[in-house]
């Protein structure tokens, strides 16, 4: 008996051993947090040092290897589309190349990343979560704190991600178009369980597939990223210790009024970014949802990995801050109502070329362009022999004065239509036969800050009559001359109302914009914070005004700020950024149906209704992860719609300014004020303090005498190639039609079909090192 004993004791210790083996590789990768550490720690405990070696020596598995896992799901001439619904993976073949574009990284077992970098980097897809109760967010991956189900369906790919944490559960389906993957999410379907209660958790951000295309180590390439006029960000750059990159398309929502001054970046105009790998390029639109969508992107080590990505992060719940008295941390406050954006679509077009050569961020361009113009319905206009001078007159301004000892605030001239019209009469005896005009603040309410929904020229300035005299003028001098209304700020006056007629901010306040001081960045008491126009007030105003404009025969409009500053009201009228665009784009629409359109740096969702193009950044925001500026933005739209660079005197180097707005096929700008910089002083105009017309004539007209000898000849191209030398002196444009420039910055030259022209001989020697 005691041998049986003995016996019977050590099958059942065996027993338990061979259970509790099981047990733990029950919980996977969908373990609770504290469990599957648990098991981690305990796995790490009884693993030896020469199982640790060998571990650490294991090969990265290829992607032949990771290739025989995955299953076809649909296939056309251009594309494949695979999955594996093991391992939750998709991969998209571009038929051309034959480059395959994995949504996660193949080698990820082996790479240096911890566990919980893992699962971020093999989820397809990461939540936020509002915590309206806690006044905080969550951030869950959907591998590790999430499940994933994912299947075929047809020729469709269906996921369905599950978080049972916060009980959130969303739908997404990836499918195959003729040149493009497209990955789409009714945001109608996604399910929150109890989102009115106390307690409940509510979706705030999505992120899918954020490790699509992520370059290793080995990879050589870089990021085109639109963040102003362009940028690039090269894999494994060695920029570990700095900020990874994150900018808002369209820029953030203004009604979340801040308490001082944000740094001063450039907007993100274009909703896109692209991934260049050698001879295969991938672009990447964010074709719906775009008004909510944010770029991310970092470098190797940044996010301690050996991974470079890129991906979208789109907003689906806007959030806001506020200080409780006494308090010295905001509290977060988050729109408490169903997701107001409707639908996300992703689109992933692979881009390289019929000659297998490799391919860079023109051919980014190039992708987008073409999407611009056959998805997005973007003309493509007839500029052959084009090439214009651009000018932003500013007529009038409030000032405070002292009338009887008493402080008045009254509207003085800057620019009257009389010194407009004198001014392009000087422009034009200098040889200026070409231009495009924006007359900002020509408005009466306009220019008493109050909205503007008729043509009324301001009395000021000289009143309709001078304003007929000045347009009367322009007609006949082949001068395009555009009155601009922008609404978007105003005080009360004219039908329009604090209490009724401001955008209401997430935390249920009125959104009232301050002015901020130039030197300490905080507000300037001097002048009273303005009001910003509620979206839901648009159509009332602008339709009139575009009634008005047609009633007196004004045929060219421009709404200003309109044009690329979007933002919702989060009040009882529910208007989310998504449908303030619809509600913008049919404003632009009317305008277009009976006239010409001029757009202020427009976004993307503006550029169908766009005739002209004026402000168009020279570079960057440049963020330090940048390594390079490029001319994205112009390089998509060139040969397409005309378009001018920001103002050229307003830069601290108009020679350097005006050269490289010339390498990158730009019209030249300039700001043009009628009265001296002391006289603006105590205006909100006095940022124009270089802008006094009587000393930039010569320059303006010398500049556009170059720029329309250099770039008349390919006017009406695309640019092909875009290189700048080693040393940044030397920048390089080639045009479809073979045309080349070559610009020296350090030489003040630009040779064009072979002919060297020297920046001196037009602006004169003092202009130059100013």
């Given at each position: 008996?005691?041998?049986?004993?003995?016996?019977?004791?050590?099958?059942?210790?065996?027993?338990?051993?061979?259970?509790?083996?099981?047990?733990?590789?029950?919980?996977?990768?969908?373990?609770?947090?504290?469990?599957?550490?648990?098991?981690?720690?305990?796995?790490?405990?009884?693993?030896?040092?020469?199982?640790?070696?060998?571990?650490?020596?294991?090969?990265?598995?290829?992607?032949?290897?990771?290739?025989?896992?995955?299953?076809?799901?649909?296939?056309?001439?251009?594309?494949?589309?695979?999955?594996?619904?093991?391992?939750?993976?998709?991969?998209?073949?571009?038929?051309?190349?034959?480059?395959?574009?994995?949504?996660?990284?193949?080698?990820?077992?082996?790479?240096?990343?911890?566990?919980?970098?893992?699962?971020?980097?093999?989820?397809?897809?990461?939540?936020?979560?509002?915590?309206?109760?806690?006044?905080?967010?969550?951030?869950?991956?959907?591998?590790?704190?999430?499940?994933?189900?994912?299947?075929?369906?047809?020729?469709?790919?269906?996921?369905?991600?599950?978080?049972?944490?916060?009980?959130?559960?969303?739908?997404?389906?990836?499918?195959?178009?003729?040149?493009?993957?497209?990955?789409?999410?009714?945001?109608?379907?996604?399910?929150?369980?109890?989102?009115?209660?106390?307690?409940?958790?509510?979706?705030?951000?999505?992120?899918?597939?954020?490790?699509?295309?992520?370059?290793?180590?080995?990879?050589?390439?870089?990021?085109?990223?639109?963040?102003?006029?362009?940028?690039?960000?090269?894999?494994?750059?060695?920029?570990?210790?700095?900020?990874?990159?994150?900018?808002?398309?369209?820029?953030?929502?203004?009604?979340?009024?801040?308490?001082?001054?944000?740094?001063?970046?450039?907007?993100?105009?274009?909703?896109?970014?692209?991934?260049?790998?050698?001879?295969?390029?991938?672009?990447?639109?964010?074709?719906?949802?775009?008004?909510?969508?944010?770029?991310?992107?970092?470098?190797?080590?940044?996010?301690?990995?050996?991974?470079?990505?890129?991906?979208?992060?789109?907003?689906?719940?806007?959030?806001?801050?506020?200080?409780?008295?006494?308090?010295?941390?905001?509290?977060?406050?988050?729109?408490?109502?169903?997701?107001?954006?409707?639908?996300?679509?992703?689109?992933?077009?692979?881009?390289?070329?019929?000659?297998?050569?490799?391919?860079?961020?023109?051919?980014?361009?190039?992708?987008?362009r073409d999407y611009l113009i056959n998805e997005k319905s973007v003309e493509d206009k007839d500029l052959t022999d084009s090439n214009s001078l651009y000018l932003d007159l500013y007529g009038g301004t409030l000032k405070k004065e002292s009338i009887a000892g008493l402080p008045?605030?009254?509207?003085?001239?800057?620019?009257?239509?009389?010194?407009?019209?004198?001014?392009?009469?000087?422009?034009?005896?200098?040889?200026?036969?070409?231009?495009?005009?924006?007359?900002?603040?020509?408005?009466?309410?306009?220019?008493?800050?109050?909205?503007?929904?008729?043509?009324?020229?301001?009395?000021?300035?000289?009143?309709?009559?001078?304003?007929?005299?000045?347009?009367?003028?322009?007609?006949?001098?082949?001068?395009?001359?555009?009155?601009?209304?922008?609404?978007?700020?105003?005080?009360?006056?004219?039908?329009?109302?604090?209490?009724?007629?401001?955008?209401?901010?997430?935390?249920?306040?009125?959104?009232?914009?301050?002015?901020?001081?130039?030197?300490?960045?905080?507000?300037?008491?001097?002048?009273?914070?303005?009001?910003?126009?509620?979206?839901?007030?648009?159509?009332?105003?602008?339709?009139?005004?575009?009634?008005?404009?047609?009633?007196?025969?004004?045929?060219?409009?421009?709404?200003?700020?309109?044009?690329?500053?979007?933002?919702?009201?989060?009040?009882?009228?529910?208007?989310?950024?998504?449908?303030?665009?619809?509600?913008?784009?049919?404003?632009?629409?009317?305008?277009?149906?009976?006239?010409?359109?001029?757009?202020?740096?427009?976004?993307?969702?503006?550029?169908?209704?766009?005739?002209?193009?004026?402000?168009?950044?020279?570079?960057?925001?440049?963020?330090?992860?940048?390594?390079?500026?490029?001319?994205?933005?112009?390089?998509?739209?060139?040969?397409?719609?005309?378009?001018?660079?920001?103002?050229?005197?307003?830069?601290?180097?108009?020679?350097?300014?005006?050269?490289?707005?010339?390498?990158?096929?730009?019209?030249?700008?300039?700001?043009?004020?009628?009265?001296?910089?002391?006289?603006?002083?105590?205006?909100?105009?006095?940022?124009?303090?270089?802008?006094?017309?009587?000393?930039?004539?010569?320059?303006?007209?010398?500049?556009?005498?170059?720029?329309?000898?250099?770039?008349?000849?390919?006017?009406?191209?695309?640019?092909?190639?875009?290189?700048?030398?080693?040393?940044?002196?030397?920048?390089?444009?080639?045009?479809?039609?073979?045309?080349?420039?070559?610009?020296?910055?350090?030489?003040?030259?630009?040779?064009?079909?072979?002919?060297?022209?020297?920046?001196?001989?037009?602006?004169?020697?003092?202009?130059?090192?100013?």
């Open positions: 008996m005691h041998s049986k004993l003995k016996k019977s004791l050590a099958f059942l210790l065996c027993f338990s051993m061979i259970m509790t083996t099981g047990a733990a590789s029950v919980f996977g990768d969908d373990a609770p947090a504290d469990e599957a550490a648990a098991s981690d720690d305990a796995a790490a405990e009884d693993t030896s040092d020469s199982e640790k070696d060998e571990k650490e020596e294991k090969t990265p598995r290829t992607e032949d290897e990771a290739f025989e896992l995955m299953e076809e799901v649909d296939s056309n001439e251009n594309l494949k589309l695979y999955m594996n619904t093991k391992e939750n993976t998709i991969m998209l073949e571009d038929l051309k190349t034959g480059e395959k574009w994995w949504s996660n990284p193949v080698d990820l077992q082996t790479s240096n990343a911890k566990k919980g970098q893992k699962n971020e980097l093999a989820s397809g897809m990461t939540l936020t979560y509002a915590s309206p109760a806690d006044r905080a967010t969550t951030i869950l991956t959907s591998k590790g704190k999430g499940k994933t189900k994912m299947k075929k369906s047809g020729k469709t790919i269906e996921i369905t991600y599950t978080y049972s944490e916060p009980g959130i559960t969303v739908p997404v389906t990836i499918s195959l178009e003729k040149d493009y993957m497209k990955l789409y999410v009714d945001t109608s379907a996604i399910i929150e369980e109890n989102p009115s209660t106390v307690s409940g958790k509510l979706t705030s951000d999505l992120a899918f597939m954020t490790t699509f295309g992520a370059a290793g180590l080995e990879d050589e390439g870089y990021f085109v990223i639109p963040d102003g006029s362009g940028a690039i960000i090269n894999f494994n750059n060695g920029k570990t210790g700095l900020k990874t990159y994150s900018g808002k398309v369209y820029g953030r929502d203004i009604t979340a009024v801040k308490n001082q001054k944000q740094a001063t970046t450039q907007k993100v105009n274009l909703p896109m970014y692209g991934i260049v790998k050698g001879n295969s390029a991938m672009m990447v639109v964010a074709d719906k949802g775009d008004t909510c969508a944010t770029i991310n992107s970092y470098v190797s080590n940044q996010n301690n990995t050996d991974y470079n990505s890129t991906y979208f992060d789109f907003e689906v719940r806007t959030q806001d801050e506020y200080l409780m008295g006494g308090e010295s941390s905001p509290l977060k406050v988050f729109e408490k109502r169903g997701i107001l954006i409707p639908e996300i679509e992703l689109r992933y077009y692979p881009v390289s070329n019929s000659d297998q050569s490799e391919v860079d961020y023109t051919d980014i361009a190039d992708k987008y008045v605030t009254v509207k003085e001239p800057v620019t009257t239509f009389a010194t407009a019209k004198y001014i392009l009469e000087c422009l034009n005896n200098e040889g200026v036969d070409d231009m495009v005009v924006a007359y900002n603040n020509y408005n009466n309410d306009n220019v008493g800050e109050k909205i503007a929904d008729s043509f009324a020229p301001a009395s000021k300035l000289g009143g309709k009559s001078k304003y007929n005299d000045l347009s009367t003028y322009a007609a006949a001098n082949n001068i395009e001359l555009f009155p601009v209304v922008d609404n978007q700020q105003f005080k009360t006056g004219n039908g329009y109302w604090n209490m009724t007629n401001t955008a209401i901010r997430v935390s249920n306040a009125y959104a009232q914009i301050p002015v901020f001081d130039l030197a300490h960045g905080i507000e300037n008491k001097y002048y009273k914070s303005l009001s910003l126009f509620t979206p839901a007030s648009y159509n009332k105003a602008f339709d009139k005004l575009i009634k008005s404009y047609n009633k007196n025969n004004v045929t060219n409009f421009s709404f200003g700020s309109l044009a690329n500053t979007i933002y919702g009201d989060y009040g009882k009228k529910a208007i989310s950024r998504e449908n303030a665009k619809g509600i913008i784009q049919g404003i632009y629409g009317s305008a277009k149906q009976t006239g010409s359109v001029l757009s202020d740096n427009p976004a993307a969702y503006v550029l169908p209704y766009t005739d002209y193009i004026t402000n168009v950044p020279l570079c960057s925001s440049k963020f330090d992860v940048f390594d390079a500026d490029i001319p994205l933005y112009q390089m998509v739209l060139h040969g397409v719609t005309p378009y001018s660079c920001t103002a050229v005197n307003g830069d601290a180097d108009l020679d350097i300014a005006s050269l490289t707005a010339i390498a990158s096929g730009s019209n030249i700008g300039f700001d043009f004020v009628g009265i001296e910089a002391s006289d603006l002083k105590d205006t909100k105009l006095d940022r124009y303090y270089y802008g006094y017309y009587a000393n930039w004539v010569n320059e303006a007209a010398g500049l556009y005498k170059l720029a329309d000898e250099v770039l008349t000849p390919a006017a009406d191209s695309t640019i092909a190639s875009y290189t700048v030398s080693e040393d940044g002196s030397e920048i390089t444009t080639v045009y479809d039609n073979g045309y080349k420039t070559v610009v020296n910055l350090e030489d003040r030259t630009v040779t064009a079909d072979g002919k060297t022209l020297k920046l001196t001989d037009y602006i004169g020697e003092e202009v130059i090192g100013e």
